[in-house]
T-cell receptor, first 115, second 115 residues
Framework: AQKVTQAQTEISVVEKEDVTLDCVYE???????LFWYKQPPSGELVFLIR??????QNEISGRYSWNFQKSTSSFNFTITASQVVDSAVYFC????????????FGAGTILRVKS | DTEVTQTPKHLVMGMTNKKSLKCEQH?????MYWYKQKAKKPPELMFV???????INESVPSRFSPECPNSSLLNLHLHALQPEDSALYLC??????????????FGQGTRLTVV
């Protein structure tokens, strides 16, 4: 069964601090995909990144970086030099090849960045 | 700006009303989805349409009736809803219908209140 755990319910930081959002997943499939989405107060889910299970390369995009480690079933997300506009709910999600494009989301982490 | 457009943005309906939620995308995507998101919870999949055919129904009550008139449009017909159905209803689309692990693009959602 698919499962995604985001143990951090809420994180508060001061602007310019670095922050890491944790994501741990469970799957029996060897082919799967991991995602991060951002949900600002407007409600729309904004796609941030996708990783497949065969690509463990870490990725950096501007102030965002992702650390994928199959050995610990983790896909953590780091925001460097956080900004107030980063305040949102962040969801980690998993889809398995067997279940097509069905996304299973973690509970989400609320990030509050204070100025 | 999102390329998935949902209308209306807000809807208040009585338990005896019939209403419809609409979703439109012009990205040429062949998979479209309805998700339901309760307050402070992650989105949960309701339905998936692949090539305009219903491919996944996550045991959703029959008071929710999806329809995909063409590859760009997705409707969700609502009838005899209950107050517990109040939620944010999110539409999404992706380029590949199944198995591809492609990212889904979400609309801003319809915030539904059942009174």
């Amino acid at each position: 069964a698919q499962k995604v755990t985001q143990a951090q319910t809420e994180i508060s930081v001061v602007e310019k601090e670095d922050v890491t959002l944790d994501c741990v997943y469970e799957t029996r499939d060897t082919t799967y995909y991991l995602f991060w989405y951002k949900q600002p107060p407007s409600g729309e889910l904004v796609f941030l990144i996708r990783r497949n299970s065969f690509d463990e390369q870490n990725e950096i995009s501007g102030r965002y970086s992702w650390n994928f480690q199959k050995s610990t079933s983790s896909f953590n997300f780091t925001i460097t030099a956080s900004q107030v506009v980063d305040s949102a709910v962040y969801f980690c999600a998993l889809s398995e090849m067997e279940y097509g494009n069905k996304l299973v989301f973690g509970a989400g982490t609320i990030l509050r960045v204070k100025s | 700006d999102t390329e998935v457009t949902q209308t209306p943005k807000h809807l208040v309906m009585g338990m005896t009303n019939k209403k419809s939620l609409k979703c439109e995308q012009h990205m040429g995507h062949r998979a479209m989805y309805w998700y339901k998101q309760k307050a402070k919870k992650p989105p949960e999949l309701m339905f998936v349409y692949s090539y305009e055919k219903l491919s996944i129904n996550e045991s959703v009550p029959s008071r929710f009736s999806p329809e995909c008139p063409n590859s760009s449009l997705l409707n969700l017909h609502l009838h005899a809803l209950q107050p517990e159905d109040s939620a944010l209803y999110l539409c999404a689309s992706s380029s590949q219908p199944a198995g591809g692990g492609t990212e889904a693009f979400f609309g801003q959602g319809t915030r539904l209140t059942v009174v």
